[in-house]
């Protein structure tokens, strides 16, 4: 990603192999993964960097990277764009801030801020969707501020707690995003 795409604290580079112990502590945190992870699972090293190699680094359709602080340069979680379809102009896009410490900070919005620069200033998509659990209120207000839109909702899908929630689909489109920032 390029230097244009920092923000005031965070910079970024882009996932490797070597990063796969590192993700695999945040993919084992029950706690990281309650509000981003339809599947609380736990998995093995082997797992994980299996997943990384074949679906993370593996696919051409998806970009990682590891979102890092710019003055110490720790890594506190992963930003992707998914499903990147150049002919349609569209992405999904997911983040996780991994590092519990950093939660409720606005490192989130930042990365947020700094996927959406890249997604369109530099790959130039016409629009960048996401998915969010219902009862991830904080989140919800975040993308709502930044301009997602609500488009939908797959209707009790998640089990969390004893209860179901819905998973909102909401979406942003290049000149909304442009006109908002």
Request: aromatic share 10%; hydrophobic share 35%; charged share 25%.
């Amino acid at each position: 990603m390029p230097k244009l795409f920092e923000s005031a604290r965070l910079t970024c580079r882009k996932m490797t192999i070597e990063d796969v112990e590192l993700y695999h502590t945040w993919r084992n945190d029950l706690e990281v993964m309650q509000t981003t992870s339809p599947h609380l699972d736990t998995y093995q090293l082997e797992e994980t960097r299996d997943f990384v190699q074949h679906v993370i680094l593996g696919s051409s359709s998806s970009s990682s990277y590891l979102i890092l602080t710019k003055d110490t340069g720790k890594p506190i979680g992963i930003m992707s764009l998914i499903q990147i379809d150049s002919k349609n102009r569209n992405a999904e896009c997911i983040i996780d801030i991994g590092e519990k410490a950093y939660w409720g900070k606005g490192y989130g919005s930042e990365a947020m801020a700094m996927l959406l620069d890249y997604a369109f200033w530099e790959l130039n998509l016409h629009r960048v969707s996401l998915r969010v659990f219902s009862f991830n209120h904080k989140a919800i207000k975040l993308y709502e501020h930044i301009g997602f839109v609500h488009e939908g909702s797959s209707r009790q899908s998640l089990y969390r707690n004893g209860a179901w929630h819905d998973i909102l689909h909401m979406g942003i489109l290049q000149e909304e995003y442009m006109s908002n920032g």
